[in-house]
Every structure is written in structure tokens, then in C-alpha cells.
């Protein structure tokens, strides 16, 4: 029994697993599968997890004093949202409350997934895959979705019919349309227009006998007049205006200034969104954040400006290899024209090629090369890098300058995002792992009685030649014969965003809390000073953490 016993004066414990460093020393390309984060010392709830602890701290440095000095409820205080505002850098200039970034794919990222993605706390890239007028459509549409004041509000005329009342209740999806003498924001104020003055209209109770149809009634005749509307005067503050409508009961309150000019409008349906989405990715006008892709070519300057004019808040450029004399121009056109913009570099999987887009001005970099569920580079083209090694190498040297990473392909299940975010990742771009959700692009079908939604890489030759975005990512856009990049299927029914990303956000905390970190910050902090732990996995360990030894089972995961 002497073996088993431990003297008073006894160290805490062995040296027990690899550090980061040493995990990646020998040279071996390392995936997700490849290895496990080692559990740490809980004494703190999951609920507690908070990605940034410190809000205005770098998100890689450790604070002084040490993590012990960081408790919720001790001297040095937390971002005082921490609880409930989970916030992670996506690039030098802009933070998310949950690290999460869908994937600027033609079967991933419309304006549909992102808008679910920004209010869940993430943030969806819009594809390129489209021409330059669509693709900015898309992301007007998500920054129209929510907002405080809505500043450029659809404004119809007194003598414009309810058959356009309904077009654009078809097209936008609403029906509460503000009516000036000019039928524009700027015009004076002459009534609002909605669904229940628009409904059951009948041919005999109107002053002016309808000849045909109840749509061809001019919105004078039904719209609430002037008279009985609830306005505001410029320059109230948005909780302010909130609170109007909350006592007046109103769907719709229009802004109007000294001389009853209609200034804005705001719907009381953007008062229930903040109250159902608290975590929901927000601009400083309260309108979603969207990003969206681009490429390399001289029409890509013309697309960026048609983006940049719909709201687009970060650029991601999109290339498979991001290591160019085109993108690093790219870069510096870029932040020439449009300083303020942030632009995500890519994609990149070595030092070199980090150093090259840091040096040309990129305010992140996405990291990943052949790794995708659905990308055959490594296999073609004899270029890549395993993505765990990849993620840490990349992300041990931008750090240096305050540039964040995006770990983009590998993932495939939670533990991969916690494991990209250990290495030093600051966020986790995700293709297969959104794909099939109902937001989406494109139609459910049946096979086997399976529901699926088709899924395919942007280097596969259905979506090169749906458009030339898509070669011109892979360079291959003037090749008389295609090398595909990536192949075509299917992915199984996943339901809802709103129901999948929760799942994400919760099983992302209790990972963060089994490895004994309160934040991100702390968790890469921990990788980089040694105190995280790592261990190599055998291909045996892989099967055993597996579910294993089962004649059949059903694996639900929320």
C-alpha cells in the first residue's frame, strides 16, 4: 500500500500529456481526429462560459495575475454582458457572440442562412457563385431584415394600387408600407398602408365604384390616414420610440420631421426580434452584420462596390489558395478604396503564406486547404495541409499581430469546433455542418426514404459551370478542360438553424468547461503557456471514443 500513498509534501500532480507545442513538434499533420484536449479543473458552471472575458483586451493575451484572477464574482470583472454576451474576434475590428461563420457556398450561404446565422450570433458569408446584382440583393436583404430605424424604407404614393401592396408583401415578405405625396422617404406624410386595411376588400364600400378588381383600389381610398397614425419627431432615441409602440400597440411608427417629411420608420416586429435573439450579430445601425465573398479579378472591383453600396460588412476573399500577387493587390486595392472595410484573407495553411496577406493589410485570415467534406484539392492537386496542424501553425503567428483566424473545412461534429478553437482559432467557418438545414439554398428531396439537400464543393464541376466565380477560385476559369476541386451529393435533413446553432453554442460551453477554461481567451491562452493538454489518439482510441459495441443505435444529438 506504501506505492498508493502521498506524502504531505507531494507535488500537485504528474506532468501528465503534450502541450500544444509539443503535440505539433514532429512535424506529422496532425487532423482533428488525430488528438484530445485533455480535461482541466471545474469550478465554475457552464452557464458561466464567456468567450471573451476580457471585451477590451487582446484576445490572446494573458491577463495579469494570471486566469485565477479572473472570477466572475471576484475583483477583476468580466465584460459586464459576459453571462450572456459569449463574444469571439471574426476579425481585428469586429467581435460575434458565438464563433460561428457559415461557408460562402452555393448549397450553405444565401440571404436565408444568413440572416439565421446573425441572429444566432454568428454570421453568414454570402456566396459569389452569382452575378454581382444578385449576390447584392442577397445581402440587402439581410440588412433590411432587422433594424432599429429603418432609414430607406419601401414608399408607395396615394394613387399607387393595392395590387402593388401585395407585390411587395410577395417580394419583401411585409405589408406595413408608409404613403407620401412623392412616394418617397423625404415626401410629406399622407398615411400607412397594412394587411388589415388591405383585407376583404369589397366592390360596394368605397366612394369611387371599382370596375374590376379589389386590387385595383388606390391606397388613399383604404390606407389609415394621417390623422389617426402615431408618429414620432426625429431624434428620438430608438428605446424611446420602442416604447411607443409597445403603449400605442401599433405594428409600425413613422419618423417625421418639423414639416411632417417622412425620415424613417421602424416596425415593432424588430422589438420582438431583440427580445427572441439576444445574442443576434449587430452594426452600430442595428442592422444585421452580413459578409460575402469575392474574387480576384478586375470585375471583382466592380461586384465589391455593388456590395459595399447594399451594407456589406466584411469581405472574405475566396480563393483555394490564397497565396497570390493577385489577392495581396486585391488586399491593397481594397484598403485604399474602402479603408474601413474588413477583409478576410485566404485561404492559407502555412507561415509563409500567413505572412505574405498580414503584410499586405488582411484583418483575418481563413485557414484551411483541401480538408472540406466535399473538396478533393489534397487528393488532386498534391497540395494541402491536414487542417489541426494547419489551424495551429497559422494561428501561433498571426497572433503576433493581433490578426484572427478562421478555421474553415474538418469540421464535422462540435468536438472538431472545440478542438479549432483550442489551437488558437478565433472563429469556426463551417460547409457540411450547415448544409441541409432548412435556411439553406435549394429543394428537399426523398431517397430510400432519407430527406436530403444537395450539397456540393465549390471546385466541383456542377458549380464551375453554374458560374465563373467558381473557376476563378481554383484559378481555372480560362481552362478549356475542368479539374474538378471538389464532387456533388447530398446531406441528410438537419432541421433549423435556430435549433441546431443553440445545440452548438451549449455543447461549445461544455467543452470549454471540461477542458477548465471560462473563455476562449483563456483556452488559447492556456494552449500557448503549456497549461492545456493534449494527447495523441491511436486509430483503436479513435474507434474506442466512438459509439462502439452496439448491435444498432440512434444518435440524437439535440
Known sequence: MADYILSENAAHGPDDGLSGAKLFESGDGLTYNDFLILPGFINFTSDEVDWFTCFHASPWTRPKGGWASLKLNGAVKPHPDSVIDLTSNLTKRIALKAPFVSSPMDTVTEANMAIAMALNGGIGIIHHNSTAEVQAREIHKVKRYEQGFITDPIVLRPDNTVAQVYEIKSKHGFAGIPVTDTGRVGGKLVGLVTLRDIDFLQKDQFDTPIQQRPEDVRLEEVMTPLAEL?????????????????????????????????????????????????????????????????????????????????????????????????????????????????????????????????????????????????????????????????????????????????????????????????????????????????????????????????????????????????????????????????????????????????????????????????????????????????????????????????????????
Open 230 to 558: 402615431i408618429t414620432a419627431r426625429a431624434g428620438i432615441q430608438l428605446r424611446e420610440a420602442y416604447n411607443i409602440l409597445q403603449t400605442s400597440k401599433k405594428g409600425k411608427l413613422p419618423i417625421v420631421n418639423e414639416k411632417g417629411e417622412l425620415v424613417s420608420l421602424i416596425a415593432r416586429t424588430d422589438l420582438k426580434k431583440s427580445r427572441d435573439y439576444p445574442l443576434a450579430s449587430k452594426d452600430s445601425k442595428k442592422q444585421l452584420l452580413c459578409g460575402a465573398a469575392i474574387g480576384t479579378r478586375e470585375s471583382d472591383k466592380e461586384r465589391l462596390q455593388l456590395l459595399v453600396q447594399a451594407g456589406v460588412d466584411v469581405i472574405v476573399l475566396d480563393s483555394s489558395q490564397g497565396n497570390s500577387t493577385f489577392q495581396i493587390d486585391m488586399i491593397k486595392f481594397i484598403k485604399q478604396t474602402y479603408p474601413e472595410l474588413q477583409v478576410i484573407a485566404g485561404n492559407v495553411v502555412t507561415v509563409a503564406q500567413a505572412k505574405n496577406l498580414i503584410d499586405a493589410g488582411a484583418d483575418a485570415l481563413r485557414v484551411g486547404m483541401g480538408s472540406g467534406s466535399i473538396c478533393i484539392t489534397q487528393e488532386v492537386m498534391a497540395v494541402g495541409r491536414p487542417q489541426g496542424s494547419a489551424v495551429y501553425r497559422v494561428s501561433e503567428y498571426s497572433r503576433r499581430f493581433g490578426v484572427p483566424v478562421i478555421a474553415d473545412g474538418g469540421v464535422s461534429s462540435v468536438g472538431h469546433v472545440t478542438k479549432a478553437l483550442a489551437l488558437g482559432a478565433s472563429a469556426v467557418m463551417m460547409g457540411s455542418m450547415l448544409a441541409g438545414t432548412t435556411e439553406s439554398p435549394g429543394e428537399y428531396f426523398f431517397s430510400d426514404g432519407v430527406r436530403l439537400k444537395k450539397y456540393r464543393g465549390m471546385g466541383s464541376l456542377d458549380a464551375m459551370e453554374k458560374h465563373d466565380s467558381s473557376a476563378s477560385r481554383y484559378f481555372s476559369e480560362n481552362d478549356r478542360v475542368k479539374v474538378a476541386q471538389g464532387v456533388s451529393g447530398a446531406i441528410v435533413d438537419k432541421g433549423s438553424i435556430h435549433r441546431f446553432l443553440p445545440y452548438l453554442y451549449a455543447a461549445l460551453q461544455h467543452g470549454c468547461q471540461d477542458a477548465g477554461a471560462k473563455s476562449l481567451a483563456m483556452l488559447r491562452s492556456m494552449m500557448y503557456s503549456g497549461e492545456l493538454k493534449f494527447e495523441r489518439r491511436s486509430t483503436s482510441a479513435q474507434v474506442e471514443g466512438g459509439v462502439h459495441s452496439l448491435h444498432s443505435y440512434e444518435k440524437r444529438l439535440f
